[in-house]
């Protein structure tokens, strides 16, 4: 890498996303696929619904998540990966496999 | 990969260790190779070297980081990244160049 250069706001701000409470979490648990609301939830204890709510939107707003409601009654929607959030998500696997190598916990 | 099992301890904490105010910055840093801490705070701006004292004792504690005090006078120190560390390194590469291609300043 190409040190001085290479550090700019740019990475600090994939830094930050990353280790925002849930942020990472909620990315990694769409990596299983498209996923409803209420099963993201279940799959992430302690997290409220209205925090999850939050956390949604802004990565809808960053373009990681696209929010596709159901042709449905009653209406559902579901969270999807663009490739953005995908790419990313691609990186997180790989942060939790070196957790799980090198965190004790 | 196996989702609900994957979701734990150890992969929140390696998100919240990135996230973590210059933390992951550093570790980019010295993916360049040894530094000595004048080095490291020169090139991070706005990092206090108070702050930094306290981040690298951090990483010191986490084993991400090893202090090599040169056999000098006066004395010189300079921190290197472990295996751990290195491992974590690459994996923060690969952020920085997805922030590259995909985040908006």
Redesign the interface.
Known sequence: ?D??Q??G????????????RW???II??L??GPKRFTEIHT??PYLSKRMLTERMKELEEQ?IVVRHVLPERPIRTEYLLTK?GT??GK??????H??????K?
Chains 1, 2 share one sequence.
Request: hydrophobic share 45%; net charge negative.
């Open positions: 890498m040190e001085q290479d550090i706001p740019k990475i600090e701000k994939s830094f930050d996303l990353v280790g925002k942020t990472g979490l990694y648990v990596m299983g799959m992430i373009g953005k790419e990313l990186i997180l696997c790989q942060l939790s070196w957790a799980e190598n090198w965190v916990e």
